[in-house]
């Protein structure tokens, strides 16, 4: 069989990854089982029963997220796990086998470790792993296979941090994406970030020719933005320097309320047509909810304090059918293999919240 995971971990540490066996009654483990089949070493890579590949193997980074693929062929005892696509360990041993403890007995547990009584102080505070998705395949995946799916796996992470972003630049971004697709979270935050500065001079440039009175200049403004910058962005920025007196200049701080205090009749027009578009799409996006789409595909991302570490008890079980699936949190919210959260992907590249963009 072949496990695919997608998760991120906050602190880089020893802790356990993936448990077959020892979690309760049902999954009783044998006194010469291991607490975890799977386990991640101090360094962050990702092997078995000590073995973790070379010091040049692929690693898990802290505030990351990755693909961690493990084959398991109880056949031959064998034993490989990868970390994005790249081969990370590989082993051969007798423990591998059908009847042992590698061998999926209907269920498993992710991030699963045995209290320690004697450790007070070790309560896993501050410790968190994010499960975006788990999948269980009933054959052993080879490397290429591996690879496309991690790199499907990152194209639905990028597809979901586009949908992160505020409405009015999803459009834009997500072309850029089609275009020139962003590798990482950094990348794609960066571009939002120029997106967003590029707005800004355009409606500064705006806002002035408005306060000057000059309308002719502000049409040319407008014009000239085409295609760079949209009405919709235009109508959603804030001017950082806000009048309350109108002696001092144009009260309020959007491009709405200077259109309509010079009385600019073509930019007014321009930003209330903006706004009647924004507001069929808030009605479109609702629907689809109340249709109950996002019910049982779009779940928010299960995060485990204390994960995996020793005191911590903390785990996602998870039932395994036979065939490709995906997999149940035990309380009722779907882990599916399209795990979509829209208010944490692009915060997560840099600590902060998306709607601050």
């Known amino acids: 069989y072949t496990l695919s995971l997608h998760v991120k971990v906050l602190d880089i540490e020893a802790r356990n990854l993936v448990s077959t066996t020892g979690w309760d009654q049902w999954s009783a483990a044998k006194d010469t089982d291991e607490e ?39 056949v031959v005892g064998a034993l490989r796990t990868y970390v994005d696509g790249e081969s990370a360990a590989a082993l051969n041993s007798s423990k591998v086998g059908k009847d042992g403890q590698f061998a999926l007995r209907g269920r498993l547990a992710l991030f699963f470790a045995m209290a320690d009584d004697d450790d007070d102080d070790d309560d896993g505070a501050g410790t968190v792993a994010y499960v975006r998705g788990v999948a269980v395949h009933n054959t052993v995946l080879g490397p290429e296979a591996v690879k496309r799916e991690m790199l499907v796996l990152r194209k639905m992470l990028m597809q979901d941090a586009v949908l992160a972003a505020p409405r009015h630049f999803r459009v ?80 309020g701080e959007s491009l709405l309320h200077a259109a309509a205090f010079v009385g600019d009749l073509r930019t007014l027009e321009v930003l209330i047509e903006a706004a009647k578009q924004e507001a069929a799409l808030c009605a479109e996006e609702q629907a689809v909810q109340s249709a109950g789409v996002g019910a049982a595909q779009v779940a928010n991302p299960v995060p485990l304090p204390g994960a995996g570490r020793k005191g911590s008890n903390a785990s996602v079980v998870a039932s395994v059918p036979n065939g490709s699936q995906t997999a149940p949190h035990p309380r009722g919210r779907g882990l599916t293999r399209k795990t979509s959260f829209f208010r944490m992907v692009l915060a997560d590249a840099a600590g902060e919240d998306p709607d601050e963009l």
């Not at 306060?211 to 040319?220: F, G, I, P, W």
């Open 36 to 74: 975890a089949q799977v386990c991640i070493s101090d360094a962050g890579l990702v092997g078995s029963l000590d073995a973790f590949g070379d010091a040049d193997a692929p690693g898990m980074q802290a505030g990351t997220w990755h693909s961690v693929h493990i084959t398991v062929d109880t």
């Open 172 to 251: 834009p971004l997500a072309e850029a994406q089609r275009q020139a697709p962003a590798k990482s979270l950094e990348e794609l935050r960066k571009r939002l970030l120029e997106m967003r500065d590029n707005v800004h001079k355009v409606a500064s440039a705006l806002w002035a020719h408005l306060e000057s009175d000059d309308m002719d200049l502000a049409a040319v403004e407008l014009e000239q933005a085409r295609g760079t910058v949209s009405p919709m962005q235009l109508l959603h920025w804030r001017n950082p320097v806000t009048m309350t007196d109108e002696v001092a200049g144009i009260p």
